[in-house]
């Protein structure tokens, strides 16, 4: 099976300015997350989607943060302003369901630099 | 609320030598643990996961860990590394209550293989 897709692979910016990344989940997987994996720390959850809808958003700084999971497959990430301290590495995941007996399924990851 | 510690930063080993990689938690309640492992420039895959039972689990790649409620413990083993273990590996624990979302991962240990 094909796997998650990320696009693009690093994005260097300037502080203020706007960023979009992309996932594509694994066909069929109903649940997808996104998380923010800064450097020498583990990744952390942005936000979770069930199929459309938002599960979880309560870590996601919603000044600047925004994800959308349109029809239920692919889903973007935008940041703007972007601040130098958003400098990470951006994981999406995905999995059957959101239950521990379906394993998370990793993108390789966005990285992004901001300048 | 869950923590996670991984004692250490970074562990060095000789190819065929055994390595215990060390994680403890801190919970108030039930939880479940993972293991995680992140090559070079990837996303994370799972490599084994406690959700009940035997104490002892055994994930891909030879690798082990064993649960201890009392140490509030869950380190991974492998008794003969290859150059190919090299790579970050990441403790994770969730409450029984929560779902993949709610996974709180430590900060890595990056296993470094050296021939």
């Known amino acids: 099976e094909a796997g998650v897709a990320q696009s693009p692979r690093y994005k260097i910016i300037e502080k203020r300015q706007s960023v979009a990344f992309w996932c594509n989940p694994i066909s069929g997987h109903a649940t997808l997350y996104w998380y923010q994996q800064i450097l020498g720390q583990g990744p952390k959850l942005l936000i979770q989607f069930q199929n459309n809808g938002v599960v979880d958003d309560s870590q996601l700084p919603k000044d600047r943060f925004s994800a959308e999971r349109l029809k239920g497959v692919d889903s973007t990430l935008k940041i703007q302003p972007a601040k130098l301290e958003d400098s990470a590495v951006y994981l999406c995941?995905?999995?059957?369901?959101?239950?521990?007996?379906?394993?998370?399924?990793f993108g390789n990851g966005t990285r992004l630099t901001v300048t | 609320a869950q923590s996670v510690t991984q004692l250490d930063s970074q562990v060095p080993v000789f190819e065929e030598a055994p390595v215990e990689l060390r994680c403890n938690y801190s919970s108030s309640v039930s939880v479940y643990l993972f293991w995680y492992v992140q090559y070079p420039n990837q996303g994370l895959q799972l490599l084994l996961k406690?959700?009940?039972?035997?104490?002892l689990v055994k994930g891909i790649n030879g690798f082990e860990a064993e649960f201890n409620k009392s140490q509030t413990s869950f380190h991974l083993r492998k008794p003969s590394v290859h150059i190919s273990d090299t790579a970050e590996y990441f403790c994770a624990v969730s409450d029984k209550g929560g779902s993949q979302g709610n996974l709180i991962f430590g900060k890595g240990t990056k296993l470094s293989v050296k021939p």
């Open positions: 995941a995905s999995s059957l369901q959101g239950g521990f007996s379906s394993p998370l399924h």
């Open positions: 406690y959700l009940s039972g035997s104490t």
